[in-house]
């Protein structure tokens, strides 16, 4: 992301510090909010579409940790796992500022910061924000520490479809679990659709009231409502040409589904305090990791709707499920973090390999590239060993380590097409369907495995 296009966030209790960084970024970014009080964060958050924050680490606020910056960098990732977090520090917190790089934050900043270096740390943290590697075997795009690589069947499979649809301006429904890569997709499609120069914009629409839901998607006119103190454009105006992500669609009201649904049949949104109807031309992408067969149900998701979203859905795969995938995706994020945390080059021993093969990824890629990071962030040496890469306690549970008896996923999987197989009594057609492939790739998995 460019820095002329980004949102940055300023959480400072120093009003010096909040007038410093907005002067030295209000020529260099899109927008730049300021903020004394952290206790405001989740609001300011919901309310714009921020794609950076710099968080101060010390506070004199209600909040009594020991460290009220890494709350609140919790918090935030609670809240915007997607935002980077530069955390601003005196020198004598720097120990704390590592330590708030193993609880999530990008980078930190010493005070007093050399201008250039932090507009360069920024700049470089967005360009790193939702890249795309450009590979034979992976879905266009920048390179960067979120890049889609898949040499799976499945993901294969997936980049030939984005390259059938993205120039297309066909709605996209991406299905899958969280931190499978949705709104990377979505950023691919759109960076290989005929809409690249134009606007990208991303809404999660799940985090919205009800109240906020039509403000932040069509816009209102100064004083619409009490707060209304200026127009403003609506998310469907701001990507006018390009695309328009909605994210964690399966999560808005029914309520919010009707305001929805009329806009995108009539290709015109009102704004707030205004009868006055704009003609808006955007290629809607959506997510959710909400089945499909939960969306169906009335009582949750109109069906009109789904219908109007999802012309295709891309079916993003739990890291479980690209088994193959998972040392390829390990040595791309141990590089990348060398590199970031000025280590030497960084590889895996085997039983390192194997451990990272055999465990089962609740919280998918994005859960094996923070525990690639850690593990680069505290490793001894260059070489990693399996005491180095721990899981993150948040994602793991009783009942998801490792597969049972250590079996490897590549027999799992084979075990499972020969049943579906039996099951169908040799039928591909109904055997792939229920497997959720195509014929095609259930054929080049019935040649692996020598079925």
Same mark, same amino acid.
């Given at each position: 992301?460019?820095?002329?296009?980004?949102?940055?966030?300023?959480?400072?209790?120093?009003?010096?510090?909040?007038?410093?960084?907005?002067?030295?970024?209000?020529?260099?970014?899109?927008?730049?909010?300021?903020?004394?009080?952290?206790?405001?964060?989740?609001?300011?958050?919901? &309310?714009?579409?921020?794609?950076?924050?710099?968080?101060?680490?010390?506070?004199?606020?209600?909040?009594?940790?020991?460290?009220?910056?890494?709350?609140?960098?919790?918090?935030?990732?609670?809240?915007?796992?997607?935002?980077?977090?530069?955390?601003?520090?005196?020198?004598?917190?720097?120990?704390?500022?590592?330590?708030?790089?193993?609880?999530?934050?990008?980078?930190?900043?010493?005070?007093?910061?050399?201008?250039?270096?932090?507009?360069?740390?920024?700049?470089?943290?967005?360009?790193?924000?939702?890249?795309?590697?450009?590979?034979?075997?992976?879905?266009?795009?920048?390179?960067?520490?979120?890049?889609?690589?898949?040499?799976?069947?499945?993901?294969?499979?997936?980049?030939?479809?984005?390259?059938?649809?993205?120039?297309?301006?066909?709605?996209?429904?991406?299905?899958?679990?969280?931190?499978?890569?949705?709104?990377?997709?979505?950023?691919?499609?759109?960076? &290989?659709?005929?809409?690249?120069?134009?606007?990208?914009?991303?809404?999660?629409?799940?985090?919205?009231?009800?109240?906020?839901?039509?403000?932040?998607?069509?816009?209102?006119?100064?004083?619409?409502?009490?707060?209304?103190?200026?127009?403003?454009?609506?998310?469907?105006?701001?990507?006018?040409?390009?695309?328009?992500?909605?994210?964690?669609?399966?999560?808005?009201?029914?309520?919010?589904?009707?305001?929805?649904?009329?806009?995108?049949?009539?290709?015109?949104?009102? &704004?707030?305090?205004?009868?006055?109807?704009?003609?808006?031309?955007?290629?809607?992408?959506?997510?959710?990791?909400?089945?499909?067969?939960?969306?169906?149900?009335?009582? &949750?998701?109109?069906?009109?709707?789904?219908?109007?979203?999802?012309?295709?859905?891309?079916?993003?795969?739990?890291?479980?499920?690209?088994?193959?995938?998972?040392?390829?995706?390990?040595?791309?994020?141990?590089?990348?973090?060398?590199?970031?945390?000025?280590?030497?080059?960084?590889?895996?021993?085997?039983?390192?390999?194997?451990?990272?093969?055999?465990?089962?990824?609740?919280?998918?890629?994005?859960?094996?590239?923070?525990?690639?990071?850690?593990?680069?962030?505290?490793?001894?040496?260059?070489?990693?060993?399996?005491?180095?890469?721990?899981?993150?306690?948040?994602?793991?549970?009783?009942?998801?380590?490792?597969?049972?008896?250590?079996?490897?996923?590549?027999?799992?999987?084979?075990?499972?097409?020969?049943?579906?197989?039996?099951?169908?009594?040799?039928?591909?057609?109904?055997?792939?369907?229920?497997?959720?492939?195509?014929?095609?790739?259930?054929?080049?998995?019935?040649?692996?495995?020598?079925?």
């Amino acid at each position: 992301m460019i820095l002329k296009k980004a949102t940055v966030l300023i959480v400072d209790d120093d009003p010096d510090v909040l007038t410093a960084v907005k002067l030295l970024l209000k020529t260099e970014a899109n927008e730049v909010i300021t903020e004394k009080n952290p206790e405001n964060l989740n609001w300011l958050l919901q &309310r714009n579409q921020v794609d950076l924050v710099l968080l101060d680490m010390n506070f004199n606020s209600a909040i009594n940790t020991g460290n009220e910056g890494l709350y609140w960098l919790r918090k935030v990732k609670e809240w915007k796992p997607e935002v980077c977090v530069i955390m601003i520090t005196a020198y004598g917190d720097i120990d704390l500022a590592v330590r708030s790089l193993k609880e999530g934050a990008n980078d930190f900043i010493v005070k007093p910061w050399h201008n250039e270096k932090l507009i360069d740390t920024i700049k470089e943290l967005l360009d790193k924000k939702e890249g795309v590697k450009p590979t034979k075997s992976s879905s266009k795009g920048n390179s960067g520490d979120t890049a889609i690589l898949g040499e799976a069947d499945v993901m294969q499979d997936i980049f030939h479809k984005v390259n059938k649809i993205a120039p297309t301006d066909a709605n996209i429904l991406i299905l899958g679990e969280n931190g499978t890569g949705k709104d990377l997709m979505a950023k691919a499609i759109h960076e &290989r659709s005929l809409r690249a120069d134009k606007p990208f914009v991303k809404v999660d629409v799940g985090a919205l009231t009800d109240s906020l839901f039509e403000s932040e998607l069509f816009g209102h006119k100064k004083g619409a409502y009490t707060d209304a103190r200026e127009d403003r454009v609506g998310r469907f105006e701001e990507a006018q040409g390009g695309t328009l992500f909605l994210d964690e669609i399966g999560n808005i009201s029914l309520q919010q589904q009707a305001k929805l649904l009329t806009v995108l049949q009539n290709r015109q949104v009102t &704004r707030l305090g205004t009868n006055k109807a704009v003609d808006v031309d955007i290629r809607l992408i959506c997510a959710t990791n909400v089945p499909l067969s939960e969306l169906a149900n009335e009582n &949750r998701f109109r069906k009109d709707l789904i219908y109007r979203i999802n012309t295709v859905e891309i079916n993003m795969p739990p890291l479980r499920k690209r088994n193959e995938d998972i040392v390829i995706l390990a040595r791309h994020f141990a590089k990348l973090y060398a590199s970031k945390y000025l280590k030497p080059s960084m590889d895996f021993d085997a039983p390192a390999l194997q451990k990272l093969k055999s465990y089962n990824y609740p919280g998918n890629v994005r859960e094996l590239q923070y525990t690639i990071e850690r593990a680069v962030i505290m490793a001894d040496d260059h070489i990693l060993r399996p005491d180095d890469l721990i899981f993150s306690i948040l994602e793991t549970s009783a009942d998801v380590t490792v597969d049972d008896d250590n079996v490897p996923l590549s027999i799992m999987e084979k075990n499972a097409i020969l049943k579906v197989i039996e099951k169908h009594n040799g039928n591909i057609t109904r055997a792939a369907k229920e497997l959720g492939l195509t014929r095609t790739a259930l054929y080049r998995r019935l040649s692996k495995y020598d079925i």
